[in-house]
């Protein structure tokens, strides 16, 4: 058996094809990302923000605890049967939507989607970092990420433009049915496993085998700690975005169509942006990137509570992308660098665990704030904790 060569060059073929699957990914996300709290609304008459963000806080614990699993059993099950298994979960979620007779069906559906998305986004940037080495693992989560949050904006749009077109129900969720089928059936038939890959750059590597414990991912390593930290407020914020940004929008008095564009362009900025950011982050400080993305986030959330316009939420969505693309690709590169190729899976799946806990937070934090004080309070609050997270960067991490 040959040697598996490490880099992206060496291996573009099967990087490809992960990065369309993970296009699929993101896209499962996109379907829902503009519509569910008007559904809420409409269909089920939930009013209260705390009801209406209870899909992403399932969603988001979900998620953060299959993440958490997926990093700790990869070496041992292997990354594309994780892979394999996070699609067979999805495959129900939009038919659940579809003919959901109360709210909770709405809730459940999003636990799977959490599974699937912890199982297969986990699976997917796993994958590509043992592909490409060392060398160009910023570029590699670039592409990454791009792929993924480049669908999640544009089908946000697109379910978004049906939805105003066709309804709430049931035309803008069989795009999920096509992605779940196609993310399935490409990762059974086209995906590899990258196993020998890991072993390869195990023996290439100089760096130690200790593993990384759970308290030295989270808190005490004071960069691990750091990227962690930032990690959740990062999701923090995208949750109070995701489950807030439409019931302002409406508030405002936008229409579905213009609600359906300004959501989409924070992930789609944050996803194109992440193919130049991503490389950026093999070439500077990463402590650097981090603190300036969390001050850009911040400074773009506290700037909406004061903004009416559709051009300026517009600009604040293309500023709050910017600043989303520059730590993303770089929170994983750095995870990567400060740990050994055997225990990257499992540090890499504790920092998802805290990154994607920060969407229940944030959903659940911001609707009882927005219930209790109002929306712009809700919004002015977190832009604030993002913008003291970026301060925990730059005192606490070393400049690497």
């Given at each position: 058996?040959?040697?598996p060569q490490?880099?992206l060059?060496?291996?573009?073929?099967?990087?490809?094809?992960l990065?369309?699957?993970?296009?699929?990914?993101?896209?499962?996300?996109?379907?829902e990302?503009?519509?569910?709290?008007?559904l809420?609304?409409?269909?089920?008459?939930?009013?209260?923000?705390s009801?209406?963000?209870?899909?992403?806080?399932?969603?988001?614990?979900?998620?953060?605890?299959?993440?958490?699993?997926?990093?700790?059993?990869?070496?041992?099950?292997?990354?594309?049967?994780?892979?394999?298994?996070?699609?067979?979960?999805?495959?129900?979620?939009?038919?659940?939507?579809?003919?959901?007779?109360?709210?909770?069906?709405?809730?459940?559906?999003?636990?799977?989607?959490?599974?699937?998305?912890?199982l297969?986004w986990?699976?997917?940037?796993?994958?590509?970092?043992?592909?490409?080495?060392?060398?160009?693992?910023?570029?590699?989560?670039?592409?990454?990420?791009?792929a993924?949050?480049?669908?999640?904006?544009?089908?946000?749009?697109?379910?978004?433009?049906?939805?105003?077109?066709?309804?709430?129900?049931?035309?803008?969720?069989?795009?999920?049915?096509?992605?779940?089928?196609?993310?399935?059936?490409s990762?059974?038939?086209?995906?590899?496993?990258?196993?020998?890959?890991?072993?390869?750059?195990?023996?290439e590597?100089n760096?130690?085998?200790?593993?990384?414990s759970?308290?030295?991912?989270?808190?005490?390593?004071?960069?691990?700690?750091?990227?962690?930290q930032?990690?959740?407020?990062?999701?923090?914020?995208?949750?109070?975005?995701?489950?807030?940004?439409?019931?302002?929008?409406?508030?405002?008095?936008?229409?579905?169509e213009?609600?359906?564009?300004?959501?989409?362009?924070?992930?789609?900025?944050?996803?194109?942006?992440?193919?130049?950011?991503?490389k950026?982050?093999d070439l500077?400080?990463?402590?650097?990137?981090?603190?300036?993305?969390?001050?850009?986030?911040?400074?773009?959330?506290?700037?909406?509570?004061?903004?009416?316009?559709?051009?300026?939420?517009?600009?604040?969505?293309?500023?709050?992308?910017?600043?989303t693309?520059?730590?993303?690709?770089?929170?994983?590169?750095?995870?990567?660098?400060?740990?050994?190729?055997?225990?990257?899976?499992?540090?890499?799946?504790?920092?998802?665990?805290?990154?994607?806990?920060?969407?229940?937070?944030?959903?659940?934090?911001?609707?009882?704030?927005g219930?209790?004080?109002?929306?712009?309070?809700?919004?002015?609050?977190?832009?604030?904790?993002?913008?003291?997270?970026?301060?925990?960067?730059?005192?606490?991490?070393?400049?690497?």
């Amino acid at each position: 058996m040959s040697t598996p060569q490490l880099g992206l060059k060496e291996n573009w073929k099967q990087f490809t094809i992960l990065v369309i699957v993970n296009a699929f990914v993101g896209g499962m996300v996109g379907m829902e990302r503009t519509i569910l709290p008007d559904l809420a609304a409409s269909n089920f008459g939930i009013d209260g923000k705390s009801a209406i963000l209870s899909f992403i806080v399932s969603f988001g614990l979900s998620k953060a605890i299959t993440n958490y699993y997926t990093g700790a059993f990869a070496n041992r099950t292997g990354r594309r049967n994780l892979l394999i298994i996070g699609w067979i979960i999805a495959l129900p979620i939009p038919f659940m939507i579809i003919h959901a007779e109360s709210w909770w069906w709405i809730v459940v559906a999003n636990i799977l989607l959490g599974i699937n998305q912890g199982l297969t986004w986990s699976s997917t940037v796993i994958m590509k970092i043992d592909l490409v080495g060392p060398k160009n693992r910023g570029l590699a989560m670039g592409i990454n990420e791009s792929a993924g949050y480049l669908a999640v904006g544009g089908v946000a749009f697109l379910s978004g433009w049906i939805a105003s077109e066709y309804g709430l129900i049931p035309y803008p969720f069989y795009i999920g049915i096509a992605l779940s089928i196609l993310g399935l059936i490409s990762s059974i038939f086209l995906v590899k496993d990258t196993r020998l890959h890991v072993k390869q750059e195990t023996d290439e590597s100089n760096q130690l085998t200790k593993p990384k414990s759970f308290w030295e991912v989270s808190f005490k390593d004071p960069n691990l700690g750091s990227i962690s930290q930032a990690g959740m407020v990062n999701n923090l914020n995208d949750g109070m975005i995701w489950g807030l940004l439409p019931l302002l929008l409406s508030s405002l008095g936008f229409k579905l169509e213009q609600t359906a564009l300004l959501v989409a362009i924070y992930p789609s900025v944050w996803g194109v942006s992440q193919l130049i950011t991503g490389k950026l982050a093999d070439l500077y400080s990463k402590k650097v990137l981090l603190a300036l993305g969390m001050l850009f986030q911040g400074l773009a959330i506290i700037l909406l509570t004061y903004s009416t316009h559709f051009w300026q939420i517009a600009s604040i969505g293309v500023l709050l992308g910017i600043g989303t693309a520059i730590v993303y690709p770089t929170f994983l590169a750095a995870i990567a660098d400060y740990t050994s190729p055997t225990e990257r899976p499992k540090s890499i799946g504790i920092f998802r665990l805290w990154r994607d806990g920060g969407y229940a937070i944030g959903a659940l934090a911001s609707g009882i704030i927005g219930d209790l004080l109002g929306l712009n309070a809700a919004i002015l609050s977190i832009g604030l904790v993002t913008i003291f997270s970026a301060i925990i960067i730059q005192i606490r991490m070393t400049n690497k």
